[in-house]
């Protein structure tokens, strides 16, 4: 009896211990990062590149890169490359969330449907103009030196 008790206590802590360590890898793997709105924390992995875009100005930049073929990851197949595309920005990037913090992108597939299509032809033109009015300033400040 004194011996199933101990083997019990033994594979119970064992079990802990496991569940501790994993614990330990997710948290040290991410970064706490307070959102400045309501001041509320969450947990965003250390090595995810932060925008200061909002999602959709996020995807419409991904996709003029990716649909002018600037960049790609298979040249020869745009179904897979858009794919590979968006599932690079969900595991790479976070975007600005409308309070000031820093989301991270479970999937960017409706946002990239977005850039594709007609209906939002004014969107992207204006995401365009603005960045392309940021591009300039840089230039006339390359200029200027």
Known sequence: ???????TIVDNYFK??????K???LITSKELVTMQGDGSSSLIPLKKCRSSYSK????NLF????????????????????GDFQKFISKNFTYNDNEGGQKTISTISRQFSECKGYTY?????????????????RRRRLEKR
Request: hydrophobic letters at 45%.
């Open 1 to 7: 009896m004194k011996r199933a008790k101990t083997y």
């Open 16 to 21: 802990l211990d496991m569940r501790l360590k």
């Open 23 to 25: 614990l330990e890898d």
């Open 56 to 59: 959709i100005e996020l995807a």
């Open 63 to 82: 996709y003029v890169l990716m649909d002018e073929g600037i960049l790609y990851f298979d040249s020869n197949d745009a179904k897979k490359n858009r």
């Open 121 to 137: 032809k004014i969107k992207q033109i204006k995401f365009l103009d603005d960045f392309i009015a940021v591009m300039q300033e």
